[in-house]
Nanobody, 121 residues
Framework: VQLQASGGGLVQAGGSLRLSCRAF??????IGWFRQAVGKEREFVAS????????NYADSVKGRFTISRDNAKSTVDLQMNSLKPEDRAVYYC?????????????????WGQGTLVTVSS
């Protein structure tokens, strides 16, 4: 599965950004967003299943980020509101063949290139 992420940029704390991941739609696939800050491990942000649209979020982003899919466009978006300086990272989208509540990066099969999100304080 080829993935293409876009939408990163610079925003002030409290602002919003919308990331988009273009992915070939396949039933029973899981699409996740991850992020990696400088000097830190890659961490799970959110995921959604193509078929049912079931979502899962990291505690650190619950209530601020929303993941959604557009089947017609074959995109999975991550709407990020109330951004904080600690949200600064390179964000990646990834795909996994079998859907489920999976947060471990190593369980995903395909990765897109990252997109940088910078939040100024």
């Amino acid at each position: 599965v080829q993935l293409q992420a876009s939408g990163g940029g610079l925003v002030q704390a409290g602002g919003s950004l919308r990331l988009s991941c273009r992915a070939f739609r396949r039933a029973n696939w899981l699409i996740g967003w991850f992020r990696q800050a400088v000097g830190k491990e890659r961490e799970f942000v959110a995921s959604i299943t193509w078929n049912l649209g079931t979502t899962n979020y990291a505690d650190s982003v619950k209530g601020r980020f929303t993941i959604s899919r557009d089947n017609a466009k074959s995109t999975v978006d991550l709407q990020m509101n109330s951004l904080k300086p600690e949200d600064r990272a390179v964000y990646y989208c990834a795909a996994r063949r079998n859907a489920g509540t999976v947060t471990f990066p190593g369980s995903y099969d395909s990765w897109g290139q990252g997109t940088l999100v910078t939040v100024s304080s």
